[in-house]
C-alpha cells in the first residue's frame, strides 16, 4: 500500500438545511480511511469566496479538485443551495470512488 492520499474539501455556507446531511454522509464514508485523506472543510460565506472557490452551491463534495458529480462550473458564482436531482450522494457512492482512488 502506498502512501497516496485523497483530498476531499466539503464546500457549504451557515444555514444550508443540506450540508448537515452530506458531512454526515461523508464522515461515515471515510470511516477508517482517515490516514488517506487530507480534509479541507470551507465555509463559502461571501460572494468573493464563491468566485474564489468556483462554488457550485452548497453542499458540494470535490474529490482531488474534482466535483463529486462532474457538475460543470457555473457562469455565475453564488451563495446558492445545490440541486442534486438523485438526492444528496449515499454514503455507498462516496465511500466507493474514494477507495477506487486509493487502489
Known amino acids: 500500500m502506498d502512501n497516496k492520499k485523497i483530498q476531499i474539501e ?8 443540506n450540508s448537515p446531511k452530506l458531512w454526515k454522509n461523508l464522515a461515515k464514508a471515510i470511516a ?5 485523506i487530507e480534509m479541507s472543510i470551507i ?6 469566496k464563491a468566485m474564489q472557490y468556483r ?7 470535490l474529490i ?30 462516496i465511500r466507493d470512488k474514494i477507495i477506487k482512488l486509493l487502489e
Open 10 to 17: 466539503f464546500q457549504h455556507f451557515d444555514g444550508c438545511p
Open 32 to 36: 477508517g480511511l482517515e490516514d488517506r
Open 43 to 48: 465555509n463559502i460565506d461571501t460572494p468573493e
Open 55 to 61: 462554488f457550485r452551491g452548497s453542499p458540494s463534495l
Open 64 to 93: 482531488n479538485g474534482s466535483d463529486f458529480e462532474n457538475a460543470p462550473e457555473p457562469q455565475v458564482f453564488a451563495l446558492s443551495c445545490r440541486y442534486y436531482p438523485n438526492g444528496l450522494p449515499p454514503i455507498d457512492l
